[in-house]
């Protein structure tokens, strides 16, 4: 009995050691046997093997498309860092960018995408705005306020070709249309007393632009203008004007902005009042980062325009102190307050505003 109860005793202590070596062996078993025998791992299943796979997805961009009207596309609707940026020179003028889309300058200093009101472009832009100008005592006074309204489209072509269009909806003022800015025209004077100041369409301005050069601090564009008479005349518009110019961009310092260029006005009707040559110089500076809240890109600059009619040797000098914001999403708010600074003065002084979307 006793050797019978010691040997009852003594099976559940073989049992759990059984049970702890059999575990042991589970947890340590894989790795013993890896080490011995090193099996090489089974070959992964492939999709590329296999006879009844779909063809791997391609994370490549899709090829440009060819031809003029293939490039305008890509230009107009494609992404616009689709690819690599990099300069154009004026030595490949003839020879390059013309079969490329259009890919956006580098942001260096915040200011690359848009442009200042009254103020010279030199760059190429892919945005619309629509924007509203008051202008007071249009001629001394006599010829009372005016107002224009307009709608404006930066369609870039390829890299080096653009067209601007712009189309002021409404207007009692004469206006001189030069790419985007719909300026109060200083040659051509309003109705005085006893002609009530009238509202009608405006005239239409149709602007392509080539790209001369194009580094990433330096832009030089060349650009005609063609303002065409779709106006009412009692409105103050109907003026036929043909505006041949050179603009310019420069990032000369970090977040500081140059912008000028020089334009010709030639007036091909009667109502255009004479051939104009347009000046313009404009200094701007980039104070916050895209990305604050309502103040990204915020910028303060002031653009002076200078007017010299040429059958009159009249000269009127403007100066224009402005602000540009991003409100985010690609939307900007643009003001400025443009004021004659030389006499007789066409005008006392001319408020703008636009509400800009890039896309």
């Known amino acids: 009995m006793d050797g019978q109860r010691r040997d009852f005793g003594r099976a559940p202590a073989r049992s759990w050691e059984l049970v702890a070596w059999f575990v042991a062996a589970l947890a340590i078993g894989p790795g013993m046997r890896a080490t011995?025998?090193?099996?090489?791992?089974?070959?992964?299943?492939?999709?590329?093997?296999?006879?009844?796979a779909a063809p791997a997805a391609s994370f490549?961009?899709?090829?440009?498309?060819?031809?003029?009207?293939?490039?305008?596309?890509?230009?107009?609707?494609?992404?616009?860092?689709?690819?690599?940026?990099?300069?154009?020179?004026?030595?490949?003028?003839?020879?390059e960018g013309w079969d490329e889309a259009w890919v956006a300058e580098p942001d260096n200093s915040?200011?690359?995408?848009?442009?200042?009101?009254?103020?010279?472009?030199?760059?190429?832009?892919?945005?619309?705005?629509?924007?509203?100008?008051?202008?007071s005592h249009l001629n001394q006074g006599l010829g009372g306020d005016g107002n224009t309204g307009a709608y404006t489209i930066y369609l870039p072509l390829s890299r080096r070709l653009e067209l601007i269009t712009s189309i002021p909806f409404v207007t009692s003022q004469p206006?001189?249309?030069?790419g985007k800015n719909t300026l109060p025209n200083p040659n051509r004077p309003s109705r005085g007393p006893g002609h009530p100041t009238s509202v009608g369409f405006g005239d239409i301005t149709f602007t392509p632009r080539v790209m001369l050069l194009e580094a990433d601090d330096f832009t030089l564009v060349a650009q005609t203008s063609v303002q065409v008479p779709t106006g009412d005349?009692?409105?103050?518009?109907?003026?036929?004007?043909l505006t041949p110019g050179v603009q310019f961009w420069w990032n000369y310092a970090e977040g500081w902005i140059l912008r000028?260029?020089?334009?010709?006005?030639?007036?091909?009707?009667?109502?255009?009042?004479g051939t104009t040559l347009l000046s313009q110089l404009a200094l701007g500076r980039v104070f916050t980062p895209a990305?604050?809240?309502?103040?990204?890109?915020?910028?303060?600059?002031?653009?002076?325009?200078?007017?010299?009619?040429?059958?009159?040797?009249?000269?009127?000098?403007?100066?224009?102190?402005g602000f540009r914001t991003h409100l985010g999403g690609g939307?900007?708010?643009?003001?400025?307050?443009?004021?004659?600074?030389?006499?007789?003065?066409?005008?006392?002084?001319?408020?703008?505003?636009?509400?800009m979307k890039t896309f």
């Open 175 to 178: 206006t001189f249309g030069v």
């Open 36 to 52: 011995a025998q090193e099996p090489s791992p089974p070959p992964a299943f492939s999709a590329a093997s296999s006879s009844f």
């Open 60 to 95: 490549e961009p899709p090829p440009a498309r060819a031809g003029f009207f293939g490039v305008a596309f890509d230009s107009i609707f494609g992404p616009s860092d689709d690819a690599p940026w990099r300069p154009l020179s004026l030595r490949t003028f003839f020879t």
């Open 291 to 321: 990305d604050v809240p309502l103040f990204g890109d915020f910028t303060l600059y002031v653009s002076a325009n200078v007017f010299n009619n040429v059958s009159t040797s009249q000269t009127t000098a403007t100066l224009t102190p």
């Open 260 to 273: 000028g260029g020089f334009n010709s006005g030639v007036g091909t009707n009667r109502q255009a009042g």
């Open 331 to 355: 939307w900007y708010a643009l003001g400025g307050i443009d004021v004659p600074v030389t006499g007789p003065r066409p005008y006392q002084e001319s408020a703008t505003f636009w509400l």
């Open 110 to 135: 915040g200011d690359a995408q848009q442009g200042w009101i009254n103020a010279a472009d030199g760059n190429f832009y892919r945005l619309y705005f629509v924007s509203y100008t008051f202008t």
């Open 233 to 241: 005349r009692a409105a103050g518009a109907g003026q036929s004007i």
